[in-house]
C-alpha cells in the first residue's frame, strides 16, 4: 500500500514569488494535515482538512492557504514567500479525528532565496 | 491555546547508556502521542497513550502517560545507535484542533 507522497521534494524559490505544494494521502484517509518544519522549531501546524473542509488552521498569516480535492488529496499555497518561509513542509494523512495517528510524507524542501 | 513542551531539547549518550525525554502539556490531554523522526527522514509514529496512568513498552521504549494527563515520558534501556533521531510528543488541541508537536528531543547516540 502506498504510503503519504508529496510533491516535489525540492523547491528553490526567489523571495516574493508563489508556490504550490502538493500531497496525497494514503488510500482511505480523509484528513490531511500540513505542517511546517523550520530548523530548530519543531513541528509548527499549518492546516487541517477532512472531507474537503479546512477544519482547523494554525498561527500563520492568510498567504498560506490550501484546499483538499473530491479525491482527498491536497495542495498548500504559499504566496509572497519570504526567506523565512524556508522550511521542510509535511504533509501527513489519518482516518479523520483528533485521536488518530498520523502518516507524515517525505516533505518538500523549500528554499527562499 | 494548548501547548506541548518539551525537554531536553538535546541530549548526547554513549551507546548503552540510558535515555529519557520529558513531555508537558498546559492542559489535559485526551491523549499523547510519540514520534520519531531519524536524520534526513520524516516523523513516525511510535505509540500513543490515552489513559491515566498509563504504561507501554515496545521492547526497550517504555512510555508513560501521567496521571493528570498532562505530562508524559519515554525512556529508552541501553541505547544503540539505532535509536539516533528526534523524539516528539504531540498532543491533541482543543476539541476540533489538529495535533501540537512538542519541539522535539535530538538524541544523538556515540558508539
Known amino acids: 500500500e502506498a504510503g503519504v507522497t508529496q510533491s516535489p521534494t525540492h523547491l528553490i524559490k526567489t523571495r516574493g514569488q508563489q508556490v504550490t505544494l502538493r500531497c496525497s494521502p494514503i488510500s482511505g484517509h480523509t484528513s490531511v494535515y500540513w505542517y511546517q518544519q523550520a530548523l530548530g522549531l519543531g513541528l509548527q501546524f499549518l492546516l487541517w482538512y477532512d472531507e474537503g473542509e479546512e477544519r482547523n488552521r494554525g498561527n500563520f498569516p492568510p498567504r498560506f492557504s490550501g484546499r483538499q480535492f473530491p479525491n482527498y488529496s491536497s495542495e498548500l499555497n504559499v504566496n509572497a514567500l519570504e526567506l523565512e518561509d524556508s522550511a521542510l513542509y509535511l504533509c501527513?494523512?489519518?482516518?479523520?479525528?483528533?485521536?488518530?495517528?498520523?502518516?507524515f510524507g517525505s516533505g518538500t524542501q523549500l528554499s527562499v532565496l | 491555546g494548548q501547548q506541548v513542551m518539551q525537554i531536553p531539547q538535546y541530549q548526547h549518550v554513549q551507546e548503552g547508556e540510558d535515555f529519557t525525554t520529558y513531555c508537558n502539556s498546559s492542559?489535559?490531554?485526551?491523549?499523547i502521542q510519540w514520534y520519531k523522526q531519524r536524520p534526513g527522514g520524516h516523523p513516525v509514529f511510535l505509540i500513543q497513550l490515552v489513559k491515566s496512568g498509563e504504561v507501554k513498552k515496545q521492547k526497550r521504549l517504555t512510555f508513560q502517560f501521567g496521571e493528570a494527563k498532562k505530562n508524559s515520558s519515554l525512556h529508552i534501556t541501553a541505547t544503540q545507535t539505532t535509536d539516533v533521531g528526534t523524539y516528539f510528543c504531540a498532543g491533541p488541541g482543543n476539541s476540533g484542533y489538529a495535533l501540537n508537536f512538542g519541539k522535539g528531543t535530538s538524541l544523538l547516540v556515540t558508539p
Open positions: 501527513a494523512s489519518s482516518l479523520g479525528g483528533t485521536n488518530e495517528k498520523l502518516f
Open positions: 492542559t489535559t490531554l485526551s491523549n
